[in-house]
């Protein structure tokens, strides 16, 4: 199951410092579409404001025709109560750049964890969360603790907690940028196999091989805006903006 994501006006500042400058982009269900950027262009701001971890200023999220952490009241946009916005985030499962995992719970634990405390019967949780540690080829560390695995096997655990509660979407904000170089590969691997199985995908990275094979849609996003966006084989190999030619050629 996947659901579509329509950002609108997306407008976020930090202090007196704009990040996201009335972002607007169209995401179709079922697609991958990958999010290239310098540093501190808002990639990732805007990634977290999909699932509302980060609210916006001005404009608003929908995400499989639901209005994500606000809604209309009286002719104006309304932060929703926390339980609503936890129960909307169960929809977006997100992987974040250093993993996130409880180092006090097993691989199967940090797993199985989420989808027990939805309700779902602590047998049925733990088999679930088996078979997902085997479609991340780690069904051999459902005991271990995170401290004994590498980055990469970490950051596959912290895909298939994501996978745990069956997300219409799933976001990754640069989940190979703490992992040592001979560690990437494992996990894009991971990221490449879920392309096509039904969820969205939006994937913040710097791979451009990543990007140019797996994504639908490639977006430059520079200074807060939209610079550029289409198929990869457009904007990565015959860029129409000269921003996008100057990162481009600086990243490869």
Excluded: C
């Excluded at 007196?16 to 982009?25: A, E, F, N, S, T």
């Excluded at 404001?49 to 200023?57: K, T």
């Excluded at 339980?83 to 180092?103: D, M, T, Y």
């Amino acid at each position: 199951m996947s659901a579509g994501i329509e950002i609108a006006n997306a407008t976020k500042a930090f202090g007196d410092k704009p990040v996201l400058r009335g972002v607007d982009l169209t995401i179709e269900a079922g697609t991958v579409t990958v999010v290239l950027g310098p540093s501190g262009s808002g990639k990732s701001t805007l990634l977290r404001a999909i699932n509302h971890l980060e609210p916006l200023d001005e404009g608003y999220v929908v995400v499989g025709g639901e209005l994500i952490g606000v809604r209309v009241q009286r002719g104006r946009l309304k932060e929703r109560s926390e339980k609503e916005i936890l129960r909307q985030r169960a929809r977006i499962g997100f992987v974040f750049q250093n993993f996130n995992l409880f180092p006090h719970l097993t691989i199967l634990e940090n797993v199985s964890e989420a989808p027990i405390a939805q309700g779902t019967p602590a047998a049925v949780a733990r088999e679930e969360a088996l078979a997902l540690l085997a479609r991340v080829g780690l069904s051999d560390k459902a005991a271990a603790y995170p401290r004994q695995l590498s980055g990469g096997q970490q950051q596959r655990v912290a895909i298939a907690r994501a996978l745990a509660l069956r997300p219409e979407v799933l976001l990754f904000d640069e989940p190979t940028s703490a992992l040592d170089p001979e560690l990437v590969g494992e996990v894009l691997a991971v990221i490449r196999s879920l392309a096509g199985s039904g969820a969205t995908l939006v994937v913040v990275t710097h791979e451009i091989g990543f990007a140019r094979e797996v994504a639908d849609r490639v977006v430059f996003l520079d200074d807060g805006r939209i610079v550029e966006q289409g198929r990869p084989a457009d904007v990565l190999d015959n860029p129409r903006e000269e921003r996008t030619r100057e990162f481009l050629s600086r990243v490869l």
